[in-house]
């Protein structure tokens, strides 16, 4: 464990009660990798970050390193993919080793390549096999290994069929990440089963009421603080997925109205020129600006001058040799 992080979990051990899924940003295939997590991280300090849902196979046996995270990222929880209890338990023993802060299994996400693979949403129909899994991973962790699940899966959606699941679960974990919304294994597309099947709030609700000791976090359909707020009435935790991703203003606000945090709100403008060190040395070890310069398209929502903004990136940013200047000349579109 290097120095950072040393101090970091020295600053944890240090605060009387920490609640990491009080708010935190999805996990999103494609989406938050490194470079958006740095930037998101800029917005805010408290928010508990997670990566892309990385499968087992790719730690174990992929060329890359599936790990790999920055330090400033923390807090961090890296979202596995994979139903081998052994395999899975490896994995985080390997995730502890590298200083994330949680493991998350994914037992939400409905995508006809993940359920090939035997993990995602269709390991809610086989609670016994999760059970294991997370008993096998807490044995070889010290850190808190975590559930995301949906509220059912088909015709397995009533309230029984959930807490069948939960209780199946909970005697290997007492964090449940819930999206309210049931998913369709097949029929539907990814993007459609964030928005087609029915948001039902009240379920997850239900579940904090009937479980007082589990920490549930509720996910899907949120986009503003006042409904953050309002689920924080009911549950543990809130969890902002693409709203976040697209509209990265948002998380300007978290901090302060969020966590009750005495830290500044970074401006949109200052937080851009926040990220030129990352950039210079993401750089110099080959990235391309665009790779990195995709994760902050949103941030002038709303603002004048926020298309030309976009447009200019888009249209120069992939260029080979592009650098901080094509970021500065886009910044003078925006007032």
Request: hydrophobic share 40%; aromatic share 8%; charged share 20%.
């Amino acid at each position: 464990m290097d120095r950072t992080t040393l101090i970091y979990y020295v600053e944890v051990s240090l605060q009387k009660k920490i609640n990491l899924n009080q708010f935190s940003i999805a996990p999103m295939l494609d989406l938050t990798d490194k470079h958006c997590r740095y930037f998101h991280r800029i917005l805010t300090k408290k928010t508990l970050l997670y990566t892309e849902m990385v499968t087992t196979g790719a730690i174990l046996f992929g060329k890359g390193d599936y790990l790999a995270f920055n330090q400033e990222e923390h807090p961090i929880s890296l979202q596995l993919g994979g139903s081998d209890p052994k395999a899975l338990a490896q994995c985080a023993k390997l995730a502890q080793q590298r200083g994330y802060d949680e493991i998350n299994l994914n037992v939400g996400c409905p995508s006809d390549r993940v359920q090939n693979g035997m993990f995602g949403a269709c390991l809610m129909g086989k609670a016994d096999l999760v059970a294991d899994c997370i008993d096998q991973m807490q044995d070889q962790v010290d850190i808190p290994v975590t559930v995301k699940t949906r509220i059912g899966i088909d015709d397995f959606d009533s309230y029984d069929f959930l807490r069948g699941f939960i209780d199946t679960v909970m005697p290997y974990t007492n964090t449940f990440i819930v999206h309210a919304r049931k998913a369709w294994l097949s029929g539907l597309s990814p993007k459609e089963n964030r928005e087609v099947p029915p948001l039902d709030y009240e379920r997850v609700y239900q579940l904090k009421l009937d479980y007082p000791n589990l920490t549930i976090a509720i996910n899907g359909g949120i986009k503003t603080i006042d409904e953050i707020r309002q689920h924080l009435c009911h549950v543990d935790g809130v969890m902002v997925g693409r709203e976040a991703y697209q509209n990265p203003l948002l998380l300007t606000h978290i901090d302060s109205q969020i966590f009750g945090a005495d830290l500044p709100i970074i401006e949109p403008k200052a937080a851009i020129r926040a990220l030129y060190p990352y950039l210079e040395q993401q750089l110099t070890q080959g990235a391309q600006l665009n790779h990195i310069m995709r994760h902050t398209l949103g941030i002038f929502n709303g603002c004048k001058g926020a298309r030309q903004w976009r447009r200019y990136l888009s249209e120069n940013a992939h260029k080979k040799g592009a650098g901080i200047e094509v970021v500065e000349q886009a910044l003078d579109f925006v007032q």
